[in-house]
């Protein structure tokens, strides 16, 4: 399966970077959980079916990603602007969106920033993944979404912040999503990035994995 992700200034589409998300999270979990044979099937409402002996598995796919924060990368890639390294923007859900001067003229001023102090990066990351994960608990309930016997949801995450702590942060994370209900909708709940999946269930064990290098072409990418 191909999941190369193109850069968003090169016709990145939401299926690229569900074929890569859905490949990892596979890859990524103990074989033990998994029946075989199983099957694949790329769809839309749910994004996947994950057919296996017994249980079907229906599983969302959603990207947080501050809609500013994309936009800016793509001004970057497409105008090449602002230099090669800069500093990490603070964003938050639901902030206003800015027109493409607006970004243009942050690329290029480059500032730092506040910056962040002690667990704050913890807990923006904890509120942001509850943020997206709530934007698609009513879609994952409409009327035309099939609901399979387990249903899940992956969240790639894509969130502009420094190094984060995973054990901390979904210590965070957990009772916020068992105080909005996310675990009547969705049976699990995996948050990924490009090294680390965490894995989120209706009780008290969190589970944090090391993603594995399923092959170089994947192991190498950086997706913003």
Known sequence: MDIDVPLRSEGR???????????????????????????????????FLLAIPGADVGIEHTEAV??????ADFLREKEDLGPDAYFTPHASPGEPRKTANELRCEIAA?????????????????AAMAHHVKEKMPKATAEGFVR???NWLIVYDNWPLPAIDYAKAALYLMPLLTD???????????VHDD???????????VRALVKPSINAQSAGLTHR
């Open 13 to 47: 589409r939401n299926r690229h970077a569900e074929r890569y998300c859905i490949a990892h999270v596979l890859a990524t979990l103990p074989v033990e959980r998994l029946s075989f044979p199983l099957t694949l099937i790329h769809s839309d409402k749910p994004d």
């Open 110 to 126: 480059d500032k730092p920033g506040s910056g962040w102090c002690g667990d704050s990066p913890e807990r923006e990351w904890a």
């Open 180 to 190: 909005m209900g996310a675990f009547s909708v969705f049976d699990a709940i995996f």
């Open 195 to 205: 090294s680390h999946i965490c894995e989120f269930r209706g009780t008290p064990i």
């Open 66 to 71: 501050p809609e500013n924060i994309a936009h």
């Open 148 to 150: 399979y016997p387990a």
